[in-house]
Structure formats: C-alpha cells, structure tokens
C-alpha cells in the first residue's frame, strides 16, 4: 500500500510538467508563426524597428500588459483580438516572458478573455 500513496503523487507531479512542456512547446510554435518575423526567432527585434522582447521591461512586468499589447495592438504592432484564440494567446504570452532570459508569472486565458 505504501509504494501506492507515493507512486501516485509522483506520477502526479509528471504530469503537470509534461502539461506545462506541452504548452511551452505550443507557445514557441505560436510565436514562430505569428511573431518571430517582426520581434526575430531569438527575441532580439530589429533594431529602431521592431522591439527585442528579450530584457524587454513591459514583457518583465505585467502579464496583463503584454495581453493588451496583443489585444489592442501598439505603434506597427496590430491587434490580435479576434485573430487568435484567447488560449493562444496565453500560450504566446507565456512562451514570451519566460524565453530569451525574461522570466514572468503565467497569465490564463480567462484573464485575457476578461481583457477583450
């Protein structure tokens, strides 16, 4: 019985990380194809063109913040509501501050439909 109660916590906690990996993986798809051409596959932007999301201070801060950039879209950057799922979004949203060296709390995709 014992090898019971610490076998299912443990395939638990696989779980939850295999969900999370997945939704990484997801997040970097999206940001392939809808972000890297403008903000590069590395995050590092165009230089007096397109901002680095990399060190980027607004992408550091508020996960609401960087989903109101998405949804209302901001100078050559559109607007996304409408074109992405909120699920989508989250997962770039995601992807973007915790890659390239940012780290950032996981923002839902409740929250950005709370946002539209």
Same mark, same amino acid.
């Given at each position: 019985?014992?090898?019971?109660? #610490?076998?299912?916590?443990?395939?638990?906690? #696989?779980?939850?990380?295999?969900?999370?990996?997945?939704? +990484?993986?997801?997040?970097?798809?999206?940001?392939?194809? @809808? #972000? =890297? /051409? #403008?903000?590069?596959? +590395? $995050?590092? $932007?165009?230089?007096?063109?397109?901002?680095?999301? =990399?060190?980027? /201070?607004?992408?550091?801060?508020? $996960?609401? +913040?960087?989903?109101?950039?998405?949804?209302?879209?901001? $100078?050559?950057?559109?607007?996304?509501?409408? =074109?992405?799922?909120?699920? +989508?979004?989250?997962?770039?949203?995601?992807?973007?501050?915790? =890659?390239?060296?940012?780290?950032?709390?996981?923002?839902?995709?409740?929250?950005? /439909?709370?946002? @539209?």
């Amino acid at each position: 019985m014992k090898l019971k109660k #610490c076998l299912i916590p443990a395939l638990a906690g #696989c779980l939850v990380g295999f969900q999370t990996y997945a939704a +990484d993986e997801s997040g970097q798809r999206l940001f392939l194809e @809808n #972000c =890297a /051409e #403008c903000h590069q596959e +590395d $995050g590092m $932007g165009i230089p007096n063109i397109y901002p680095a999301l =990399a060190g980027n /201070e607004l992408v550091q801060g508020s $996960g609401v +913040d960087v989903a109101l950039v998405l949804i209302i879209g901001r $100078g050559e950057m559109p607007s996304f509501s409408g =074109a992405i799922s909120n699920e +989508d979004m989250a997962s770039i949203i995601n992807y973007v501050r915790n =890659a390239f060296g940012n780290e950032g709390e996981l923002i839902s995709p409740e929250t950005i /439909e709370q946002l @539209n």
